[in-house]
Structures are given as structure tokens and as C-alpha cells.
């Protein structure tokens, strides 16, 4: 990890195989916002099962099996809490560090050294939700937010993350004078993707296809190079190189 250039909101990236980027961290206020927009979402979606159970206890009971109701709660309850903690995990994990609040809000989760969060840093910062969120609405987690340089709260800091936005701000560090940062950023990446960590590649892959206002999806890493060699206009070159295919 390099210094921030500078800018405390900065927090520059530099990874094994020499890419360096630099990433926008999130505050408090876009943090405290895509919070209460997931809040709602999932409400909606809980309600939307306890509704689906009220409605089916309903009809067990209409057909005088008296205790289907009370294994019915039961499930009702598994589902919930599956659908609140797989809410962010999922998202955070598949969909590239962002549940529905964080992309409407322009931030995403990543890890300290800029590569996708697995599955076991999501599941410990989510965890950890359950300390930040004491002894109000999430006090612990905006103390520490406002006491970390770089604006983490307890979940962040026990797995190793940061909330950056997802904006474009990514930038890298090349000789390109005049040329068009975007353009120039595309070809380094497609240069240098061979000998990038696989974790990394696809952080890189998914960040420059983001400049181009697109979503990597389910695609993977070599599918995002070729469409970034399109956008960029660089096909004929990376088709030369086998790796680029």
C-alpha cells in the first residue's frame, strides 16, 4: 500500500505485479445513505415473506391442519434471516462489492490491497455489523469510521477492507502524455493482464470497464479484456496475443 498523493479521501493501490491505482474512499455520509437504502430494501423483502407466510398459515389452517402454522413460523424465521445476511454477502461478494444501496450511492467494497472481496471478508465485516450498529444506529461503526484515516468501521478493519466510491476515480500510473487517460489505461491493463494475480486482474478488468460505463456481470476476466480491447479500439492488438483471446 502506497501513500494517499497527498489527499486524505485518496488511498493508493499498489499491487504485487507493479499496477498502481488510486481509489476515492466513501464517507460517512454516502456510507449512512446506501445504509438506509438496503435498511428498506430488505424490510420490504422480510415483510414480503412474513406476508407469503401469513397468507399460507392461513390457507393450513382454513384446511384444519392446526399445526402446520407453528413449523411455519419456524421457516418464515430461517428464510428472513437468510435473506438479511445473504442480502449483503451476495452482493458484496457476486455482485463486484456492491448490494443495491452501495451502487445507487456510487460506492463499493474492496479489500485493503484493491482485489474483490471473497466470501470470508464479506461474512466477518457483516458479522461485525452486529457490534458497529451498538448501542444505537450504527454509533460503535461512525466513531470508528471518524477515528480510522481511512474511514473504516469495526467490519473493515477486522477483515481487511475499505469502502471506496465507483465512480471512474480509478486512476493508474503511466508515461502517457497526451494521451486519453482512459484509452491509455486500457492498453496498460491489456499489457500487463498476463501477469497479474487472478484476484487482481479481474479487480483491474472490472475497474476500467467501469470507466467505460459498463458492468462486468457474470462475464469473466477474459471476456471483460476483450470487450475493454473493443471499447478501446485496441482489438487488433490484443488479438495478437494468445491471452488476450
Known sequence: MSGNEGRPDLVAVETPESVAFAYELAGA????????????????????????GILVSLALSAANLDEAPIWLIGIVIAVAFISYWGYYVYGEVFRNGRTPGKRYLGIRVVRDDGSRVNAVDSVIRNVMRIVDS???????????????????????????????????????????????????????????????????????????????????????????????????????????SPEAQ
Request: glycine share 12%; charged share 25%; aromatic share 6%.
Open 29 to 52: 455520509g454516502s456510507r449512512g445513505a446506501a445504509l438506509l437504502v438496503d435498511t428498506i430494501l430488505i424490510s420490504l423483502i422480510i415483510a414480503a415473506e412474513v406476508g407469503v
Open 134 to 240: 451498538l448501542p444505537g444506529y450504527y454509533a460503535i461503526g461512525l466513531v470508528a469510521m471518524l477515528l480510522s484515516a481511512k474511514s473504516k468501521r469495526l467490519g473493515d478493519m477486522v477483515a481487511g477492507t475499505i469502502v471506496v466510491r465507483d465512480s471512474g476515480e480509478l486512476e493508474l500510473r503511466f508515461a502517457g502524455g497526451a494521451q486519453n487517460r482512459r484509452e491509455a489505461l486500457a492498453a496498460e491493463y491489456l499489457e500487463r493482464r498476463a501477469g497479474l494475480r487472478p484476484e487482481a486482474r479481474y479487480q483491474v478488468a472490472a475497474s476500467v470497464l467501469g470507466m467505460y460505463g459498463e458492468e462486468p456481470g457474470l462475464w469473466d476476466e477474459p471476456t471483460i479484456a476483450g470487450r475493454i480491447a473493443d471499447l478501446a479500439g485496441l482489438r487488433p492488438a490484443a488479438e495478437e
